[in-house]
Structure formats: structure tokens, C-alpha cells
């Protein structure tokens, strides 16, 4: 009921110290009691019918009494809008909801037009004069790209677009000088040059205190409810870290000269792909709780005080967020996008700490999954379960527009998935065993950190069942390896395909290519496959388009069949990729950390465009390796 899991400890003397030592089976007593005592709480609340009636009347006035709105955009005429392009329906209706709603997050499935739709928004408020002028904040990689969409859907659109040269030291106050005192249509500038544009320091200070005076009120509480030492040291150790932050501001030297976010005249802001910022700063009672990070980042800190400052000045209608993967792998990123787009409406609900947000909507569910090591079983509690689902639903609708494939009807080609599983080698068996027995001495703290840690097995536990010559190039090389089972499914459907020209792509994370000699799983496949006789110029790697310029050449090529194999990362060839035109295949060597990661890399073959009627995706995976492991991950987020 107050969010903390029952733990017991037993004090024991080591090397003439105190120490504590969970002690399991008392433990597993006392949260089994704990589940009783819940349950029982549970069927006492509602008995006397007083208390019902009260509670039931306070929770639908708080959270039942709200009817989404339906937006319908069939009316919009589309001023200076190109004629050869007509928006879909959910487009229009998107429009509408950006025009007409507060703060918006357009979470359509990815490969749905968010672009066409952003663009038409902005070119729409401000011909009503709803607004002056919108900035977007795309990936750094895609702004030249965004360009040519915006400029091919509003062929006369006067744009300001950002290079990496505008954010160079000595170009920067230029560049923000040009979008203070530039009448544009719209500004696009890249995710990192976005951080480097700064809030004035006074609101920066404010937003400081602000989240101070919010840790004092919880270092309070728990110390009222006789709260953990644990929590309470937490929350002193932020804010600390907070009050050396505002030190840090106030005492910095202030230059007149610099242009602050404020001074931009900005009054809308338009963010592509924004899971980029869901680290966003957290505290809360619950501890060890996976899929719960409490990590901030400081590009998500000043996302979120732009955002608070574009409330102010718009009255919450400011702010329009897209993204085809809302959720990546957690279900706090729900409030983080409340607390960025509907911080008002937590504000007016009691809900801006996570703590009451999650006691209302959600709960933590133990249950038994594999362990990372890839051998054995352990019991791991998460935030993996919702209730009071259709009142959060409702409350979230009010910014956020959601249309998933099923809704769409998206001109889309089948895909058929089919998973790859390889049997490991003996060597790969020992070496997972190994794992096993270092995440042992890990977990029982017989090893400093310093030596061994869960993240270095994990990171080991994928090289091995990626390639086994990962974790020793000298290694064979083993014929019945996942790496060789892609080798030859790529090979069979590129000559199955040569007359057509189809093209494949390979996504692979890890082992991408150094030119250092070294091995890789990158330089490995394309010798097998130059070796196979296929043509060294149908080969190449994202990796070699290290410009804008080189990326655009390089996808064009994959277009036309030019390029018919094209390797690459998450990172570097997910969002923004739009290769589709005659894909037939990807393949993932490895497994995206996080379930976005492998929806992103669907979506470059699972798109509008792709003149193929049935695609295939194919998923490698090791047996009893971490592989299984990250599988289950997935399924469990």
C-alpha cells in the first residue's frame, strides 16, 4: 500500500564490521504476508457502504468524468499544400487535433505519415494566426531529409535549416540570431544542436527549486511514515546533487550575449521521434523493481523545462510530440509523456509524483524469468501491469493521438516472420556456463565491481551468441553458427531475386566495423557473400555514409536495386530509413534492447511504398543463450 516491498536482513560480523545479509526465506514469509495483508485491505475498503459511496464519488469526479475528443478534419482546406498529394483521413483528423486540442502526441504506427502531418500543422497555424513561428527537433541524421519532405508537401514553404557547421562554437549565437529575428515558416534543427540552445538562467533556476522544494515535501513524508533509511538517503543524495546543480548556475559568469530559448520567439515546438528524451529525472519508493530507471538525462531535463516554459506562454497547446514507438520498454514513459505534455492536468489530479500516478494506475507483478546469464531461472519483480486502464486511457487521449496498424489499413506489404534457432557449439555451451558461475560470485559479492559486473556478462553473453570468435577471433569458425544461417538465406533470396533487383537488409548492433583489421561480424558477411559471387558493388554498410550528402547517394542506390544488401545498426539505419521501395527481407543477427528497437527495424520493410506484396523477417537466435533471454524481455515489456 505504500509502493516498498518487504525485505528482512540479517546482521552479521564480518572482518570485525557489521554487515547485513537478505535473508531469503524470511523474506519470501514476509512479502507473502505483505500480498495477504493487501488482499485483505482490499475486501475491507469496500465494505462499509459510507466509505463506498465516498470513495467511488471522489474517484469519478477525479478520473471518470472525462469523454475523449473525437477530432474530424474533412474540412480543412490545405492552403499552398501540394495538389498531387492528398492526406489520409487520419492524417486530416491528426491536423485537427494539433489545431484544435492542447499539447499533442501523435503516436501513429510507424511508416503512417507523421511528417506529412506535422508539416501540414504547422503551415495551418500559422496561416490562422494561431501561432509565429514552429521549430521542429528531429534525429540529427534526418534534418536535411525532413527539409525535402517539408519542401515536397509545401513546395513554397520558406524553411531555416540547421547544418552541423551552424552549432560550431562561433556560429551559434549566429545561427540563433537568424531564427530570433527570421520570419520562417518553420526551423529544423537536429536533437543535440536543440540541448545546446539554453533556457535563461533564471528559469533554469526556478525549475531547479521547484523539483527541490518537490524532494524536501518527499523526504518529509517518508520521514513522518518512518520510512526506510534506504529512501530517505536516496532522496537526500538528489537533492544534493540538485543544490550543487543551482550552485553550479548561480555562480557561472552570465553573458548578455547569449540567446536563450525564450528570445527564439518560439511558440510551437514539433519533436520527431521523441522516445529520444524518455529519460526524464524520477524518484519514487520502490526499489529493485526492474524496468523502473531512475537515470536522468540532461537533453530530457531541458526538453522538459522548454516545454514547461511553451505551456506558459500557450496555455498548454505549445508542445506536439511523434513518434511510432511511444512505449519503448517501460511503462513509466507513459507518465514521463504526461508529465511533458499534460503536466497541468496531473497538477489538477494530485498526480505529478510517479508514486501516486503508480498507485492509482498501476501495480508490480513478481514472477519467474530467465536469468540473464542464459542458464537458470530467478524471480524479478516489475511495474508490468496496468489497472484502471480505461480512466488513464482517457486522460491520455486528451493528447495523445493513437492509431496502431490494426486501425490504420495502411497500404502495407504482408510480412511473414519466421525465427532462425541454431543449436550453440560445445564452445559456446562452455562459455555460457562460464557466465553462469561469473554472475554467481557477481550476485554473492565475492568480486569487486571493478573486476566483474552483471552489465560486462551481459555484454559477453551476447558476443556469444552472436559469434563465438567475438569473445576470441581465434576461434573457428562454427558452419552451423546464426551468422552463417543469415549468410545463407541472404545468398538464397538475392539469387532467388536478381531478375527483379530485390534488395535486404541485415541489422546487427554489435561488432560493427572499425577498419582496424580486427574481426567483425560486418567484414565476415560481406566476405562470405563476395565470396558466394555476389558483386562488391551490391554490398555496402551504413557506416560508409558518414555524411548527409553520402546517406541520401547511398539510399537512392538501395532504392533502384543498385545496392541489393545493406548492413547496419539500430541507431544509424532504424527511424528514418526510407529504403522500402523493393525490400523483400531483413534480418536481425541480434535482438534490439528494447521491443522500439525491433518495431523501428520492422518498419523499414513493413511500410507505404514497398512495391512487394509479402516480406520476410527473419529473427536468428542461439539456443540457451542470451539470446532467450532478451526474447523474454521483450515479451514481458
Not at 490504420?408 to 562452455?430: G, M, R, Y
Request: charged share 25%; net charge neutral; with cysteine.
Amino acid at each position: 500500500m505504500n509502493l516498498r516491498d518487504s525485505r528482512v536482513y540479517d546482521t552479521i560480523e564480518e572482518d570485525g564490521k557489521e554487515k547485513r545479509v537478505l535473508n531469503q526465506n524470511e523474506t519470501t514469509l514476509a512479502q507473502q504476508k505483505q500480498q495477504a495483508i493487501k488482499d485483505a485491505f482490499a475486501g475491507w475498503v469496500w465494505k462499509d457502504p459510507q466509505r463506498r459511496a465516498l470513495l467511488v464519488k471522489k474517484y469519478n469526479e477525479l478520473f471518470n468524468s472525462t469523454r475523449p475528443r473525437e477530432y474530424d478534419g474533412s474540412h480543412i482546406h490545405f492552403v499552398g499544400m501540394n495538389p498531387e498529394i492528398d492526406l489520409r483521413e487520419h492524417q486530416r483528423n491528426a491536423v485537427a487535433h494539433v489545431l484544435y486540442g492542447y499539447n499533442t502526441l501523435l503516436a501513429h504506427e510507424v511508416g503512417a505519415g507523421k511528417s506529412f502531418e506535422m508539416a501540414a500543422s504547422a503551415m495551418e497555424l500559422k496561416r490562422l494566426g494561431l501561432c509565429q513561428k514552429s521549430l521542429f527537433v528531429v534525429p540529427n541524421h534526418l534534418t536535411e531529409q525532413w527539409a525535402s519532405e517539408f519542401l515536397r508537401l509545401y513546395p513554397n514553404a520558406k524553411l531555416l535549416v540547421t547544418s552541423k557547421k551552424d552549432f560550431e562554437p562561433g556560429n551559434r549565437k549566429k545561427f540563433c540570431a537568424r531564427i530570433a529575428t527570421g520570419d520562417y515558416d518553420a526551423v529544423i534543427i537536429g536533437h543535440s544542436q536543440f540541448e545546446k540552445i539554453p533556457l535563461s538562467a533564471e528559469r533554469q533556476e526556478r525549475l531547479i527549486q521547484e523539483q527541490m522544494d518537490e524532494i524536501e515535501e518527499a523526504i518529509e513524508e517518508a520521514k513522518a511514515q518512518v520510512g526506510e533509511h534506504f529512501t530517505v538517503k536516496q532522496l537526500e543524495k538528489l537533492r544534493k546533487s540538485l543544490k550543487q546543480k543551482l550552485e553550479k548556475l548561480q555562480g557561472t559568469d552570465r553573458k548578455d550575449d547569449v540567446v536563450t530559448f525564450e528570445q527564439l520567439g518560439v511558440d510551437r515546438l514539433f519533436v520527431d521521434e521523441s522516445q529520444a528524451f524518455k529519460n526524464l529525472y524520477l524518484y519514487m519508493k520502490m526499489r529493485n523493481v526492474a524496468g523502473l530507471s531512475t537515470s536522468e538525462a540532461q537533453k530530457s531535463s531541458d526538453m522538459f523545462g522548454k516545454c514547461r516554459y511553451l505551456d506558459e506562454i500557450t496555455g498548454g497547446r505549445g508542445v506536439i510530440f511523434a513518434t511510432g514507438t511511444p512505449l519503448s520498454n517501460s511503462m513509466t514513459e507513459m507518465y514521463t509523456l504526461m508529465r511533458y505534455l499534460q503536466y497541468n492536468t496531473l497538477q489538477q489530479k494530485g498526480l505529478t509524483h510517479f508514486d501516486a500516478w503508480a498507485s492509482t494506475f498501476g501495480e508490480t507483478t513478481t514472477a519467474i524469468e530467465l536469468a540473464p546469464e542464459g542458464t537458470g531461472y530467478r524471480a524479478r519483480t516489475r511495474f508490468a501491469k496496468f489497472f484502471n486502464l480505461p480512466e488513464l486511457m482517457a486522460m491520455f487521449k486528451e493528447a495523445a493521438d493513437i492509431k496502431t496498424s490494426d486501425q490504420l489499413h495502411l497500404p502495407v506489404p504482408d510480412a511473414k516472420f519466421e525465427t532462425v534457432v541454431v543449436k550453440p557449439s560445445e564452445i559456446q555451451q562452455d562459455m555460457v556456463q562460464a557466465l553462469s558461475e561469473r554472475a554467481a560470485e557477481v550476485h554473492s559479492g565475492s568480486v569487486a565491481p571493478s573486476v566483474d559486473n552483471m552489465l560486462k556478462i551481459t555484454s559477453d553473453g551476447r558476443k556469444i551468441g552472436l559469434d563465438q570468435r567475438l569473445m576470441n577471433s581465434a576461434l573457428p569458425d562454427d558452419p552451423n553458427s546464426k551468422l552463417n544461417a543469415c549468410v545463407n538465406n541472404v545468398l538464397r533470396i538475392w539469387n532467388d531475386t536478381k531478375e527483379q533487383k530485390l534488395t535486404q537488409l541485415i541489422f546487427c548492433d554489435m561488432s560493427t566495423p572499425k577498419g582496424d583489421g580486427s574481426f567483425n561480424v560486418y567484414d565476415d558477411i560481406r566476405t562470405k557473400l563476395l565470396n558466394a559471387g555476389v558483386p562488391e558493388q551490391e554490398i555496402e554498410f551504413i557506416h560508409n555514409a558518414d555524411t548527409e550528402n553520402k546517406k541520401a547517394e547511398l539510399f537512392s542506390k538501395v532504392r533502384s536495386g543498385q545496392v541489393r544488401v545493406l548492413l547496419g545498426s539500430t541507431a544509424k539505419m532504424g527511424a528514418g530509413t526510407n529504403v522500402q521501395t523493393l525490400l523483400v527481407a531483413v534480418h536481425h543477427l541480434d535482438v534490439g534492447w528494447r521491443p522500439s528497437d525491433m518495431t523501428q527495424r520492422n518498419g523499414r520493410i513493413i511500410r507505404q511504398g514497398n512495391q512487394n506484396k509479402q516480406v520476410y523477417v527473419y529473427n536468428y537466435v542461439t539456443e540457451s543463450t542470451f539470446d532467450a533471454y532478451l526474447y523474454v524481455r521483450h515479451e514481458v515489456a
